[in-house]
Every structure is written in structure tokens, then in C-alpha cells.
């Protein structure tokens, strides 16, 4: 592992290590990654190998138990998904973007790290004592099916992963598991839907969840399989559906084990459940309890005086637009002197009708839609339209700078709470 700074003051720099040197090993066991490295290192004794200037320097140290050296390594080399999956968002991206896009992330390390869900597909029994032997607790792991013929058919992959061998092993050694299934239908609904759940809940508690979210599709899947789309119609049916499996499917302790998305109830214009709904499982990512996660932080907020008259622009995706409309942006027009214009934004990029996400949203389709417009002061959207590992860009390769610029305004992004959003418009 190669080390690309040193903190000023440790114990690494203590030790002389430099920017470029590499840990080799540490009691005498190779350093794989920044998890290998963090677990090898909580020892009050160790004796670590470095390679610095073409010569391997040994060092027997004593140290306070769980003290860091001070390092910071380069990014660890991503492992890519062993699947082919029908519904995948990486096949439905047009040509011509960033290399990123077309990567499918399949590594258990991102998986406790980031919250990231993964399949299993591509982990062996070594893998999987590592995660044990670490305590890489919890992992999201996307199921979609049980069904081996069905998993073969939707995965692509050829062959029996083995997928509950693997989950009977890590629950019964202690590691928790977030599942997901990625609704596809006429795929792996009605009967398969209903093995599925049975067949994840068995491990329960140590199975914690199991997430159901519809499948996203764009408009860009020529040559890929028929999946028909999330209808309104399908949308109720499958929410009356998961509340008969909600009823059979509980921990033992009688708490929730099946949680639908919220894009399920905002595509049929349904309130999403109340906060204990969802228990104390943080899924936000997963597209489960933003909603209302979102309405919790704005329902009693500290409100800044606004001096001065101020006028601003917010914008989203289509999906959200009737929680923003009817109960958001009248809170904010509530405030003495702030006067708030809304716009919600299609995703012409992707379709306008098959994806209505926010976090999916192009700058180009932002700039075209907001250009001509009396936008005010400034125009804020949320975070989730970029993404900080490409340098804060959107997903078209546009800074908030490019759209600044072709709007004639200030175009600003800040995450989900009043703090930071009235930060931002005060700037």
C-alpha cells in the first residue's frame, strides 16, 4: 500500500515514513487494502515491513492499542460486479460519458465502507472469512431473487453463486445484512417476490432488512431485455401486496423487516409512512425514508431574519415536485421577506417519463430548462446532483460554475437540512 501523506506529529512521522513509501507488511502478513490495514494495525505491538527508497526498513513498535499511525494511503482499486443484470442502471447510459459510469462496483469493501449493495456473485469463501474475521459489519447485499434459475436468467452470471450459503454463513458469525430486491415486472414478482422474502428472512435478525425498490429504467436500453415499467396501477398493487407480506414477514421481536421505497407511494401521489415506519434503519441512500427523513428536519426549524427582500429559485426532479409544491416551498414563502419560485426539471437525458429522480438529473437538462427564466438572486438545488468523487460535476461532466454561467445566476447545491440551506442562501 502505497502511503500519499503523513500527519504531522504521529507516529508515522515519528518513524520517518514518507510520502511514497510502501507498507509491505504488518506482523509479517501482507497489507492488502486501508481495511486490511486498519485491522492489522489495533494491536499495542506490532512489527511492520516498509518499503522506502527500493529497501524493505523493518520497524518493531509499541504503541497505545487502536492508535493510527498517521497515514493516508492512495484509493484502493475498485472490484468490478461479476453480473450482467437485466435491469442494470450502467447498461442504459448513452455513449459518449465519463468512464466512471460504466463501472459496476461489486466490491464488499465499498460495501461496509459506503453503504454500497453488491451482490455476492463474485466473493469466495475467502472473501467471506475476511469479512468475519474483520467484523465488516453491515453489508447491503442486492438479492433481487432466490430462485436459481431465476437468478441465473436476470443475473446473467452462469452459474449457482450460492447466495444462501452465504448469508447462512455471515448471520451465523455475527455479520448484519441489508438486503434489497429491485422490483422487475413480470420478472421477479408474485411468486418469486414472495420466495425471495421467505427464503432472506430466515436468517433474520441478522438478516436486518430487505429493501424493495422498482426498477429504474431509461430510455437507452436498446439491445438489453423487456422489462414493461412501473405503472401507477402496478405501483398499488404492489404496495397492497407488501402490506400482506409486511404482516408475515416481522423480526421476532416484532419489528420491521420489509421496507418498500418511497418512490412506491410518491408515484401515486400517497403520503410516505410516518418516521417509525421505518424503525432505526438508516436506508436513506436506498431511496427508503428520504421522504420523510426530509419532512422530519423541516418541520421545526429555526427560521433566520431576512432583512432585506430576497428572491431565489429551487429546483428538482419530477417525483418530488407535489411534496414541493404543496407543503415545502409554502413553508418557505411563509418567511417575512424570502419569496421562493419553483421549478421542477424533466430528465429529457434519460426520459422524461422513466426517470423523475433528482439525483439523476444532467446539468444540460437544468441549464435548457432554467435559461430565460426570472430566477432571482440564485438557483439551489440538492447535493445529490453531483457527485464529489468527479470534482463535484454532474452527471453530463458539468461544474456548478458551466451553469452559473449559461443561466446568468448563481447555481448552488447543499444537502437536505435548513442549516445548510439557509447558509446558502445567505452567502
Known sequence: MKIISVQKHSLGAELGLQPGDKIESIDNS?????????????????????????EVVEYDLEKDEDDDLGLEFEDMRIRHCANDCIFCFVDQNPEGMRRGMYFRDGDFRMSFLHGHYITL???????????????????????HATDLDKRLEMF?????????????????????????????????????LEKTISDIHQYSPMARSMSI????????REGLPFIPPVTKEYAEKTILLYEEFDKRFKHADGSRFIVLSDEWYLRIGKEVPEIDYYD??????????????????????????????????????????????????PKLNAIS???????????????????????????????????????????????RIVNETSG????????????????????????????????????
Not at 30 to 48: E, P
Not at 126 to 142: G, M
Not at 213 to 220: D, I, S
Open 392 to 427: 463535484a460535476k454532474t452527471l453530463d461532466d458539468l461544474t456548478l460554475s458551466d451553469i452559473s454561467n449559461e443561466i446568468g445566476v448563481p447555481f448552488l447545491v447543499t444537502p437536505d437540512e435548513p442549516k445548510s440551506f439557509f447558509e446558502i442562501i445567505q452567502l
Open 121 to 143: 456473485t463474485n466473493m469466495g469463501w475467502k472473501e467471506l472469512k475476511r469479512v468475519v474475521e474483520q467484523r465488516l459489519t453491515p453489508l447491503y447485499i442486492s438479492v
Open 337 to 383: 421577506n424570502l419569496t421562493v419560485n419553483y421549478i421542477p426539471i424533466e430528465n429529457n437525458f434519460y426520459g422524461k417519463d422513466e426517470v423523475t429522480v433528482t439525483g439523476l438529473l444532467t446539468g444540460g437538462d437544468i441549464v435548457q430548462q432554467l435559461q430565460g427564466q426570472d430566477l432571482g438572486e440564485k438557483v439551489i438545488f440538492s447535493d
Open 30 to 54: 501482507r497489507v492488502k487494502d486501508i481495511l486490511d490495514y486498519r485491522f492489522k494495525i489495533t494491536d499495542d505491538q506490532i512489527f511492520l515491513k516498509v518499503r522506502q527508497n527500493g
Open 156 to 192: 446473467l452470471y452462469g452459474k449457482d453463486d450460492h447466495l444462501l450459503s452465504k448469508f447462512e454463513y455471515l448471520t451465523e458469525n455475527g455479520i448484519e445484512l441489508h438486503s434489497q430486491i429491485v422490483l422487475c415486472p413480470t420478472w421477479n414478482d408474485g411468486a418469486f
Open 213 to 220: 425498490v422498482p426498477a429504474g429504467l431509461t430510455k437507452h
Open 280 to 329: 432505526t434503519l438508516d436506508l436513506e441512500e436506498n431511496g427508503v425514508g428520504q421522504v420523510r427523513n426530509f419532512k422530519e428536519k423541516w418541520t421545526d426549524f429555526d427560521i433566520p431574519a431576512f432583512e432585506k427582500e430576497t428572491q431565489i429559485t429551487i429546483g428538482s426532479g419530477k417525483l418530488i415536485s407535489d411534496t414541493f409544491r404543496n407543503w415545502f416551498i
